[in-house]
């Protein structure tokens, strides 16, 4: 699997990681790429329909979200995206931090707090279940431990970032990094198209789809863009859902560095308040800070409004990076094996999650 | 997402542990923009 995950691209054009405060030149273009296919999809929603109710055709709606996302899909998956946007596209995940910070703002304290409780106790529910099944499934098919802790990490609290957290923590090889993460975002991609359908069929209110894609989904992009698909509303709650996710990967990977270190297979962790404080992320804080913060009316309603809006063009940029780092040809070469793998545990995870929704939406009559 | 972005956070990571996190710099230009409308120095965000 080595060969598969080799990175000719970046040998050849040297990409290094795009801090904001350094390399500012190398990111531009690529954020120029993102806010102009971000801007089109924009666009698209706002004339495609006009274009066809003039013309008495039958089109349905189709939000910005999915126009960004087909967009940058069509782009990276025909002509590729060129070496020189390359450092700039990779910039989506800074975006999405942005905006779900700036998201804080619509959310009053009250509103997290009650919509957190209950996400707290799904949360709870879908990380224990999530993990004690991955890690079953990876006995089942024989996967290497530590492979089969990555698997389990990403499913159950928050993709890709935790993997590469647990990696560092548990000394597991980029091997099988790698591998985890190809099986984890090959799946947020089908996510991507599936979940609202299934939302749509199902009949599922805004509340109970937003926290099913914020349980189900395992990468912070892919559940906010596979909330917004379906609505507004649905896409506030499932960032709320990941977000609470988020905040669990300190302690899941704390827990496993534990683990694996009385297992003589990675080093001891010290200072373990150090530890939870470096591998949390600190956009949960942004995000309740600036929730405080509209509690106590420190904005007017104007300003509530105009940080809302921020927080759709960072959102923008982010749905159109999803589209762009998405190629299919890439997916196909990682294999069959962590698909499977991956595949099986989330169709779990996602039918598990969306019976703990529909449980609480027949409970709270969402 | 492919594996080159994935490499590319890894070593992010590794590059991170010492200069400021990509999260801590989105929680700081979110908290810049908040202030400048807050303040007034930005009126109005359209959409």
């Not at chain 1, 004339?47 to 008495?56: I, S």
Request: with cysteine; aromatic share 12%; hydrophobic share 55%.
């Amino acid at each position: 699997m080595s060969e598969t995950f080799a990175i000719p691209q970046i040998k050849q054009v040297q990409v290094k990681p795009a801090q904001p405060n350094l390399q500012l030149f190398r990111v531009i273009p690529g954020i120029l790429l993102l806010a102009a296919i971000g801007y089109a999809g924009k666009l698209l929603e706002q004339n495609v329909g006009k274009y066809a109710k003039a013309h008495h055709w039958i089109f349905p709606n189709i939000e910005y979200v999915l126009w960004a996302i087909l967009l940058g899909l069509a782009i990276s998956n025909t002509v590729g995206v060129p070496a020189i946007f390359r450092a700039g596209v990779a910039t989506y995940e800074f975006w999405l931090k942005v905006g779900i910070v700036l998201l804080g703002a619509r959310f009053l304290l009250g509103d997290v707090l009650k919509l957190g409780g209950v996400s707290l106790a799904l949360v709870a529910i879908e990380i224990t279940g999530a993990i004690a099944f991955m890690t079953l499934l990876g006995r089942l098919f024989h996967l290497k431990p530590k492979l089969t802790t990555l698997l389990a990490v990403g499913s159950a609290v928050c993709g890709v970032s935790a993997i590469i957290a647990t990696q560092g923590a548990i000394d597991a090889d980029e091997e099988d990094s790698s591998f985890a993460i190809a099986a984890i975002l090959a799946l947020g991609a089908l996510a991507l198209f599936t979940f609202p359908l299934i939302g749509h069929a199902l009949h599922l209110s805004d509340h109970a789809y937003g926290l099913w894609a914020g349980l189900a989904v395992d990468n912070t992009a892919e559940a906010s863009a596979a909330g917004a698909l379906y609505s507004d509303a649905a896409g506030k709650l499932a960032v709320l859902a990941k977000t609470t996710r988020n905040a669990m990967i300190g302690f899941v990977v704390l827990a496993y560095a534990i683990y694996w270190a009385s297992q003589g297979q990675a080093k001891t962790v010290k200072n373990k308040a150090a530890f939870l404080w470096q591998k949390f992320p600190k956009f949960v804080l942004g995000f309740l800070l600036i929730s405080v913060l509209a509690t106590y009316h420190f904005f007017s309603k104007d300003q509530v409004t105009a940080l809302a809006n921020l927080s759709r063009w960072a959102f923008l940029l982010t749905f159109a990076g999803v589209g762009l780092r998405t190629n299919f040809r890439e997916m196909r070469k990682q294999g069959l094996r962590p698909f499977a793998v991956g595949a099986i545990g989330e169709v779990v995870i996602a039918v598990f999650t969306l019976g703990l929704v529909i449980g609480a939406q027949n409970i709270w009559g969402w | 997402m492919t594996a080159n972005d994935a490499t590319l956070d890894k070593k992010s990571e590794k590059f991170s542990a010492t200069k400021i996190s990509w999260d801590t710099w989105a929680v700081l230009a979110a908290f810049i923009a908040a202030l400048l409308i807050r303040f007034g120095v930005v009126k109005h965000i359209p959409w």
